[in-house]
């Protein structure tokens, strides 16, 4: 006798119990209390697991830890009170930005955000994004964490407010990432967005500026191991945090965002004394503040690259009374050769590049200077044809600087020759 659909199916049933299969429908439904479970889980979660409060309501809130820092903490070489006494000034200075001869630490927000991803689309979420700033007598720390997606636009309203009472914001590759990050977030939720109003300052090329002659790598955390003293312990990579976070969502276990909060908390602590720091070291006089060749010669050149080359004639010749033999000085000469020629102290300029080509006589730029200086200035005709000579005697046969030492030479020539002999070498 043929069996029924309906005893075949009973059957199946039966088989797939035994073997403890779930049927389709089963698993739909559990997968649905799961994700209830874990709603609600990661919302408690939080609370229980982490320091902080809840920001608004179960419905329209977020997760807000904030500490109070005294302004004797330590963190790293200096305490965090340090960049009260910061020089806006030098602040200006490291940043190429004179906006920030304004900058005052006390109406400053020191922020970094923890996100999805690194490609900073529209579909990159800034889960946890902390600001730092001072309060009375403490440095204030609020880290605002997103328990599930519904919280972005209440943790956005309390970061606007937050925003709205500082002049500057502080971060680390922030002009690249995080600021265009947090705009798109805020347009996305149609919030006003102020933090473009606000002075910025980007420690991450005011680093570079000073330390990638030397460090190549200026990370922040390679920063903070190099310049800053500072060892983080139970950290978490942060590569790693992302995931992090989208485990925390299926699962509501909060545990393992201790050491994500730890990260994001050092992150910032970090901008302060690195702001205090730099400051610090710029404000000694001639590059006394930096124990490094390296590092003098990348703030001759930060002087250099903002045109105040009173300044740096005044730290090259610093730089070179405490330096012996080493590649470095070359670039000093020629930088404080070409920083006498725009304040037209010609004679300072052609003594810096006569040094130069004593110590590298093969430096091609400091022939040609030379030579444009001795036939237009000094107009010892017959110098200025040496040095083209000698200029092209070292410079790539059929190069393009051979070829200007040539074009010149022959100029010169052309030039004795008309003078009919009445240009002596010895009346140049």
């Given at each position: 006798?043929?069996?029924?659909?309906?005893?075949?199916?009973?059957?199946?049933?039966?088989?797939?119990?035994?073997?403890?299969?779930?049927?389709?429908?089963?698993?739909?439904?559990?997968?649905?209390?799961?994700?209830?479970?874990?709603?609600?889980?990661?919302?408690?979660?939080?609370?229980?697991?982490?320091?902080?409060?809840?920001?608004?309501?179960?419905?329209?809130?977020?997760?807000?830890?904030?500490?109070?820092?005294?302004?004797?903490?330590?963190?790293?070489?200096?305490?965090?009170?340090?960049?009260?006494?910061?020089?806006?000034?030098?602040?200006?200075?490291?940043?190429?930005?004179?906006?920030?001869?304004?900058?005052?630490?006390?109406?400053?927000?020191?922020?970094?955000?923890?996100?999805?991803?690194?490609?900073?689309?529209?579909?990159?979420?800034?889960?946890?994004?902390?600001?730092?700033?001072?309060?009375?007598?403490?440095?204030?720390?609020?880290?605002?964490?997103?328990?599930?997606?519904?919280?972005?636009?209440?943790?956005?309203?309390?970061?606007?407010?937050?925003?709205?009472?500082?002049?500057?914001?502080?971060?680390?590759?922030?002009?690249?990432?995080?600021?265009?990050?947090?705009?798109?977030?805020?347009?996305?939720?149609?919030?006003?967005?102020?933090?473009?109003?606000?002075?910025?300052?980007?420690?991450v090329h005011a680093s570079r500026r000073i330390w990638k002659k030397?460090?190549?790598?200026?990370?922040?955390?390679?920063?903070?191991?190099?310049?800053?003293?500072?060892?983080?312990?139970?950290?978490?990579?942060?590569?790693?945090?992302?995931?992090?976070?989208?485990?925390?969502?299926?699962?509501?276990?909060?545990?393992?965002?201790?050491?994500?909060?730890?990260?994001?908390?050092?992150?910032?602590?970090?901008?302060?004394?690195l702001t205090a720091w730099l400051a610090q070291c710029l404000a000694?006089?001639?590059?006394?503040?930096?124990?490094?060749?390296?590092?003098?010669?990348?703030?001759?050149?930060?002087?250099?690259?903002?045109?105040?080359?009173?300044?740096?004639?005044?730290?090259?010749?610093?730089?070179?009374?405490?330096?012996?033999?080493?590649?470095?000085?070359?670039?000093?000469?020629?930088?404080?050769?070409?920083?006498?020629?725009?304040?037209?102290?010609?004679?300072?300029?052609?003594?810096?590049?006569?040094?130069?080509?004593?110590?590298?006589?093969?430096?091609?730029?400091?022939?040609?200077?030379?030579?444009?200086?001795?036939?237009?200035?000094?107009?010892?005709?017959?110098?200025?044809?040496?040095?083209?000579?000698?200029?092209?005697?070292?410079?790539?046969?059929?190069?393009?600087?051979?070829?200007?030492?040539?074009?010149?030479?022959?100029?010169?020539?052309?030039?004795?020759?008309?003078?009919?002999?009445?240009?002596?070498?010895?009346?140049?």
């Amino acid at each position: 006798m043929t069996e029924s659909a309906a005893d075949i199916k009973n059957k199946l049933e039966d088989l797939l119990k035994k073997r403890g299969v779930m049927t389709g429908a089963e698993w739909q439904q559990q997968r649905k209390n799961k994700r209830v479970d874990s709603d609600s889980g990661s919302r408690k979660g939080v609370s229980r697991e982490l320091p902080g409060q809840l920001e608004g309501d179960e419905d329209f809130g977020f997760q807000l830890i904030r500490q109070d820092f005294p302004l004797d903490t330590i963190h790293g070489v200096l305490n965090l009170g340090a960049v009260l006494e910061s020089s806006s000034e030098h602040i200006a200075l490291s940043a190429k930005d004179d906006e920030l001869v304004n900058f005052d630490p006390r109406k400053t927000c020191f922020m970094d955000t923890e996100t999805t991803g690194l490609s900073g689309g529209t579909g990159t979420i800034a889960f946890l994004v902390g600001v730092g700033y001072f309060h009375e007598d403490v440095f204030r720390l609020d880290q605002c964490f997103m328990r599930d997606y519904d919280d972005e636009e209440p943790m956005l309203q309390f970061l606007a407010e937050r925003f709205s009472q500082c002049d500057t914001v502080v971060g680390y590759n922030s002009k690249s990432f995080d600021l265009p990050l947090l705009r798109t977030r805020f347009i996305q939720n149609r919030i006003p967005f102020h933090g473009e109003a606000m002075m910025h300052y980007d420690l991450v090329h005011a680093s570079r500026r000073i330390w990638k002659k030397r460090l190549k790598d200026c990370s922040l955390g390679n920063i903070e191991r190099e310049i800053l003293n500072i060892r983080r312990k139970g950290d978490v990579p942060s590569h790693l945090i992302p995931q992090m976070w989208f485990d925390f969502l299926n699962t509501g276990n909060a545990r393992p965002l201790h050491g994500v909060f730890y990260h994001h908390e050092v992150d910032i602590l970090s901008l302060v004394t690195l702001t205090a720091w730099l400051a610090q070291c710029l404000a000694a006089p001639e590059g006394a503040g930096f124990d490094h060749d390296e590092d003098q010669l990348s703030l001759v050149r930060v002087f250099y690259n903002q045109k105040k080359y009173e300044e740096v004639i005044n730290n090259g010749n610093a730089f070179l009374e405490r330096t012996g033999a080493s590649p470095l000085r070359r670039e000093c000469f020629e930088m404080m050769g070409l920083g006498a020629k725009r304040l037209q102290r010609f004679e300072e300029m052609q003594r810096f590049l006569e040094h130069l080509l004593e110590e590298f006589p093969n430096d091609l730029q400091a022939h040609h200077e030379l030579a444009k200086h001795h036939e237009h200035r000094t107009h010892n005709l017959y110098k200025a044809r040496d040095l083209c000579a000698n200029g092209c005697e070292r410079a790539m046969p059929g190069g393009v600087e051979e070829t200007a030492f040539i074009h010149r030479f022959n100029r010169i020539e052309k030039k004795i020759a008309k003078a009919g002999g009445s240009v002596s070498e010895d009346d140049c």
